[in-house]
């Protein structure tokens, strides 16, 4: 079964610093996997999606990592704003119809 | 409007009713899904579908049924709403192909009192 963990919950950082936030997960047969963030009382926005072929995938400010065989991925977002301040959440799928299974997010504060 | 629609956003009722949550898209996307979100405990998937009138059960299908007679629309029904279905509701929606993202909606706020 996979399984999904994302460290640490919560991160605060001031206005300008570069953000890290880890996914792991316990099976590397995964078919993509995708970063989302979650505002309060708010659906799910798709942020990249980085397919199991790809090591990287870059947007705008966001850059994501791929390693398969030690089940991690990064998403770094550079300079961080206050308006980035979200929960994110990574998601896998096994296969392409499969379900994805969600970490449980790193809630981040960007002070200003 | 192009995208992934829940409805209602917020709902209330009562033990025992029954409760239906719309979730139409506008991509044909043959995949879609039903989760909840609870604190504690993430998001977990209900039920899934991966083309008209094709179905299967999630994590946590008890006490809800689902249909998908057209590919756009996946509702989600609960025969008999009880406490513990209160929590907060998302479809999302794929296509198929390794570079395609899942799409969430808006989420539906249930509360069962």
């Known amino acids: 079964k996979q399984e999904v963990t994302q460290i640490p919950a919560a991160l605060s950082v001031p206005e300008g610093e570069n953000l890290v936030l880890n996914c792991s997960f316990t099976d590397s047969a995964i078919y993509n996997l995708q970063w989302f963030r979650q505002d309060p009382g708010k659906g799910l926005t798709s942020l990249l999606l980085i397919q199991s072929s790809q090591r990287e995938q870059t947007s705008g400010r966001l850059n994501a990592s791929l390693d398969k065989s030690s089940g991690r991925s990064t998403l770094y977002i550079a300079a961080s704003q206050p308006g980035d301040s979200a929960t994110y959440l990574c998601a896998v799928p096994k296969a392409a119809g499969n379900k994805l299974t969600f970490g449980g997010g790193t809630r981040v504060l960007v002070k200003p | 409007d192009a995208g992934i629609t829940q409805s209602p956003r917020y709902k209330i009722t009562e033990t025992g009713r029954q409760v239906t949550l719309m979730c139409h898209q506008t991509w044909s996307h043959s995949y879609m899904f039903w989760y909840r979100q609870d604190l504690g405990h993430g998001l977990r998937l209900i039920y899934y579908?991966?083309?008209?009138?094709?179905?299967d059960k999630g994590e946590v299908p008890d006490g809800y049924v689902v249909s998908r007679s057209k590919t756009e629309n996946f509702p989600l029904t609960l025969e008999s709403a009880t406490r513990s279905q209160t929590s907060v509701y998302f479809c999302?929606?794929?296509?198929?192909?390794?570079?395609?993202?899942?799409?969430f909606g808006q989420g539906t706020r249930l509360t069962v009192v």
């Open positions: 999302a929606s794929r296509g198929t192909g390794g570079g395609t993202e899942a799409f």
């Open positions: 579908s991966a083309a008209a009138d094709i179905t």
